[in-house]
């Protein structure tokens, strides 16, 4: 049953969020986003790989959780990826585990193309996609507030950095 709401609510994401690509998007030369995101190097430059959730690491830690192997493609609110088991354990670690008590905040971001009403709506629709995403997995809708920075501290000169900005962080509510 559970599986079947995923799959729905999955399917019903990419109608509504579309997945259009733009030749824009392929143009650059971007690994397999399901490819775990790399550390930084030594330089500080990101690999180019994408993960499209960020836990905040103290969360992970105390969740003893990997990081999800999500992202979003561009344009997309659907969370994309081959192994959710990274947000599965967030969904235990808030409902049954040491931060049962707890509640997150949702934050969705865009990359700089598109305007600024339109990626504020995007970023918000992919933290409500992670929120539904969650609340699938047994967590209360309550205990998780989604909001959106949209284009917010992105560089629209560095195309190679916009895979990264199509995110969702997740951290502890204050």
Known sequence: MTRHIVTTLTLG???????ARTSA?????VQDPATPAAEPTSTGARALTVTGINVDPEL???CGMATPKAFFEYDSTQVEGA???GLEALAVC???GPLKDRRLELVGHADPRGTDAYNAQLGRSRADSVHDFLVTQG?????M???????RGTDPADASAWP????VDIRLAQ
């Not at 990419?14 to 997945?19: I, R, T």
């Not at 989604?146 to 284009?151: A, L, N, Q």
């Not at 990264?164 to 995110?167: A, G, L």
């Open 13 to 19: 994401l990419a109608l509504a969020g579309g997945c």
């Open 25 to 29: 998007d392929d143009s650059r030369a």
């Open 60 to 62: 992970a830690r105390t």
């Open 83 to 85: 192994d959710n088991s």
């Open 94 to 96: 808030v409902t049954t």
């Open 139 to 143: 967590v209360a809708a309550d205990r």
């Open 145 to 151: 507030t989604t909001r959106s920075e949209g284009e």
């Open 164 to 167: 990264y900005d199509r995110r």
